[in-house]
């Protein structure tokens, strides 16, 4: 009986599971041709100072909308891409895109602090021998000055340190580009290499952010992280604000800088702009 059973529940699952594997190999051909045919919008995130609420900068993120559909979300399709090894391919066209249209709002918007790019770039372009070449040509056709470019690395990427990418992330330093630590606190690497990379920015992850204030102990990690990071002088940017008390905790324990829904969701360019025009253009002095 337990092996008719078994064999039951074996028949009922195998069709599903068919079904799971035909759906994800139809989204990984439309993916690819996506790809090819650079059918991806880009999003801007504002990361603001937390304080003066203006903005610093833009993170740049992938959309993948499909006519008649509902758009997929990168979180399905940056792993996808990534298994396929396209994610370099898509890598580089965000990056070309993404540095022209900051650049292109830096110029609209002149001022005395030029807002900055961050891109996301997977742990595969980091290995590509490629990329640097990629970030220059990007940065250089764009018009966009190195130092207000950002790339992001997951901690995965120094966890599989190699001289290859240490000569990598010396040579973007070189240029002035920085490197920002993305979903920092998600992974499993030893805190050494925030001493031993040349590292600018801890970006907290979300999940840190979501229980405070109302959890102590998460509240203590953030302080424990923004305190480890004024050590070793490093920036910190918390991610995923949603709430006003939120906010005001993480102003209260000196994190400079964030961004959330509460300040923005990922915008247009022209929203973009909008926004640094009502953010940062005019600028109320500080009372008293
Ligand atoms: P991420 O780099 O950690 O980006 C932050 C994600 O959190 C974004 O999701 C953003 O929309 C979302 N977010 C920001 N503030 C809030 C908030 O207050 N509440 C909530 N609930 N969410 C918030 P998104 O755009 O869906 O991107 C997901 C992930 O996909 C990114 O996480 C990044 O790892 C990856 N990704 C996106 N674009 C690219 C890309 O061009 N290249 C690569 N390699 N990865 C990308
Ligand atoms: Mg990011
Ligand atoms: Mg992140
Ligand atoms: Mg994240």
Redesign the pocket.
Known sequence: AAKAAGKRQWRRFQPQQRIRMVRRHDLQLRLDTAIARHEFDL?Y?PVVDIRAGEVVGF?????WPRLGQDAV???QF?PLAEETGR?SA??AW?LRNSTADIARLQRRVPGLRLPYLS????AR?WRDNGFLNEVCRAVESAGLAPHTLQL?LTESVLMQRTPQIDALLRALKDLGVSIAV??FGTGFSSLRYLRDFPIDVL?I??SFIDEIPSDPQQVALVEGIVHLADTLGLQVIA????KPEQQRLLADIGCRFG????FA??LTVEQSEAVLHHRNGARPKPQG
Do not use: H, M, T, Y
Not at 59 to 63: G, H, K, S, T
Not at 119 to 122: I, L, P, Q
Not at 239 to 242: F, Q, V
């Open positions: 999003r995130q993170e740049a993120l992938a959309r979300p990168p979180g940056i994610i898509l890598g965000v891109v996301n770039v997977s372009q992001e993305d979903d970006k992850d979300k991610e995923g604000i949603e961004q959330g829904f509460l969701r990922p």
